[in-house]
């Protein structure tokens, strides 16, 4: 066993008798839940939506992200949070992306016919758009998981700084990390699209 | 020296500082391989950006808002609120000494999910001095405990079962001092320096045997047919479950656990304090039950598997084989957990851990030896668990 086995430490803990007295949204390691909910639900479907394709899907995944920070909050505090959010995030909506069935025929005329009851007139150019969303969802899917969040948060309106954070790589490494990532993607997209 | 590719992109996203970015200029603007390498990768963003675009929302689609999902939010956490104060609710009161014994090592992190599993293991346990460790597969689905189900087992812990608890709460700072309160020998890894131990009090529950009421039970969750010998009936059983240490290792903060609204503050938390990179090691000498001179253990164990849910033939071909009198036979639910036999501290032990989330979910690291029970638990990867169990002295 190597020296470095106990880096962690052995756990010091506060007297125990502080415990009870704490308000309990305090006790969250200083986490102001609500703030971060009101601040983060919405973006944070966004970018699940971008992978998985569906609002109620989307919305299901960030309710899961929220429920682990409820209940098990993460050390990271502040925007370092957000990082937190996006990363789980995207990791769970890649999850549920590669478990999912390739979409069936009924799928694709369920996307017919929810354009028709939205009285969209251009119902084959929401089928179209479907398509194209199927593909770019199987390319990231087949994907190095951290390459396809890159492209999603990027994609997003990320900043450097702040996909760095989420996906705990090094600020300066993001430029080559994005054109490796974007290399990749290009590839297996024109793949597809000659087989 | 020529531009990395890398730099090219963050020049191209504006994400260089200012200085930096204009020496990226000027060497584009002095070096022809350079700008067609940029030039290419400019084409490249734009054209995966476009694909990319396709994953972008209708703006009339988008149905999202956080007050909506702070309700549905809130829904969530009071349907597992509720989820955990019947939990708790079955299991409070006198029985928080047993509790924090004897369930706490073994069958509290497996079943947080399946409080019918602790009612059927609790009430029902056939434990006298464990020595080894088996699983036995079930399925949840087929247990089926209903709401009445629960409210008798309830009541007959509360009217059936005798509580004792034997020392108080105490926590200590070294080893040494731990095992001194608790009365063994309490072992830590050889590099782990002295920190806090949880000394939990010890207990003992007497059970008197009533046979009504359990056949009651078994009708309530739909298995009629599990049968105990008729001379069990107001014979007393008797579980002592010996002081148990805990220590902590990595980042755990039990004193920052949130309180749950409505939930009994003195009910030990478990689960949602544990933070992904937080070890518990707890450690018992192995509980004891002493029961009638005569009962057929076998039997009792048939029963017990029978309660589980499997069918009287499996549950007696798999009694058949297990030393009842030294064995836990510890239900793993299927699909929920896996199990693998592991090599532990120089003994067999067993691995169990949460089939659904490998990267977030708990495991959990059981041995027996010399007497001992050892219990450690953690999330996401068990090296950190196998390397404090391989390195205890």
């Known amino acids: ?195 | 020296m020529h531009l990395k590719d890398g730099e090219i992109r963050a020049y191209q996203d504006q994400e260089l500082q200012v200085d930096r970015s204009s020496q990226v200029e000027a060497h584009l603007a002095s070096c022809a391989a350079c700008r067609e390498r940029a030039d290419n990768l400019a084409k490249l963003s734009r054209e995966v950006g476009l694909q990319l675009a396709a994953t972008q929302a209708d703006s009339r689609s988008s149905p999202v808002h956080a007050d909506a999902g702070r309700k549905r939010f809130a829904s969530a956490i009071q349907a597992q609120q509720e989820k955990q104060m019947m939990t708790n609710k079955i299991f409070s009161r006198g029985l928080r000494p047993v509790w924090v014994g004897l369930t706490l090592v073994v069958l509290l992190a497996i079943s947080l999910a399946f409080p019918q599993v602790r009612a059927a293991a609790n009430s029902f346990l056939a434990l006298f001095r464990v020595q080894q460790i088996a699983v036995v597969q079930f399925n949840p689905q087929t247990m089926g405990m209903s709401d009445q189900a629960a409210a008798q087992i309830e009541s007959l812990l509360s009217e059936d079962v005798q509580f004792e608890q034997f020392g108080e709460f105490q926590m200590a700072g070294s080893a040494a001092e731990a095992g001194g309160i608790a009365g063994f020998n309490v072992r830590m890894p050889e590099q782990a320096p002295d920190g806090d131990f949880d000394v939990q009090p010890g207990g003992r529950a007497t059970f008197l045997v009533d046979l009504p009421r359990l056949k009651a039970i078994f009708d309530a969750i739909g298995k009629p047919e599990i049968d105990l010998p008729e001379s069990l009936q107001g014979q007393p059983v008797t579980l002592e479950i010996p002081r148990q240490v805990t220590a902590y290792f990595g980042e755990c903060k039990p004193e920052d656990a949130p309180l749950v609204e409505g939930q009994d503050p003195d009910m030990p938390q478990t689960k949602p304090w544990m933070q992904d990179a937080c070890i518990t090691f707890t450690q018992l000498p192995s509980p004891s039950i002493s029961a009638p001179d005569g009962l057929d253990i076998a039997q009792l164990g048939q029963a017990y598997l029978q309660l589980l849910g499997l069918s009287e033939e499996d549950a007696a071909r798999y009694a058949s084989t297990v030393d009842w009198t030294t064995t836990f036979v510890l239900p793993v639910p299927y699909n929920d957990m896996t199990y693998q036999d592991v090599v532990v501290d120089g003994v067999n032990g067993t691995l169990i851990q949460q089939a659904y989330d490998p990267t977030y979910g708990s495991y959990i690291l059981l041995w027996v030896k010399d007497g001992i029970i050892y219990s450690l638990n953690g999330y996401g990867s068990p090296d950190g668990g196998l390397q404090i169990a391989n390195g205890l002295r």
């Open chain 1, 1 to 195: 066993m190597s020296e470095t086995t106990f880096r962690m430490n052995f756990y010091k803990r506060r007297p125990a008798a502080n415990r009870r007295a704490d308000d309990p949204s305090a006790a969250q390691t200083g986490l102001d839940f609500d703030a971060v909910f009101q601040q983060y639900w919405e973006p944070v479907c966004a970018v699940i939506y971008r992978i998985v394709g569906d609002w109620s899907e989307a919305e299901d995944i960030a309710l899961e992200v929220f429920l682990q920070l409820h209940n098990r909050p993460p050390a990271q505090t502040g925007t370092q949070l957000g990082g937190w959010l996006y990363r789980v995030g995207t990791n769970l909506g890649l999850n549920a992306l590669r478990s999912r069935k390739r979409r069936t025929y009924y799928e694709t005329q369920a996307v017919i016919q929810d354009a028709l009851e939205r009285q969209i007139d251009d119902a084959a150019g929401a089928l179209e758009r479907s398509q194209e969303m199927q593909q770019v969802q199987a390319i990231l899917a087949e994907m190095k998981p951290r390459s396809a969040q890159l492209l999603i948060l990027r994609q997003s309106g990320l900043s450097y700084a702040e996909v760095a954070q989420a996906l705990s790589v090094a600020p300066g490494s993001v430029g080559t990390l994005l054109a490796r990532a974007e290399a990749d993607f290009a590839r297996r997209y024109r793949r597809k699209n000659q087989g």
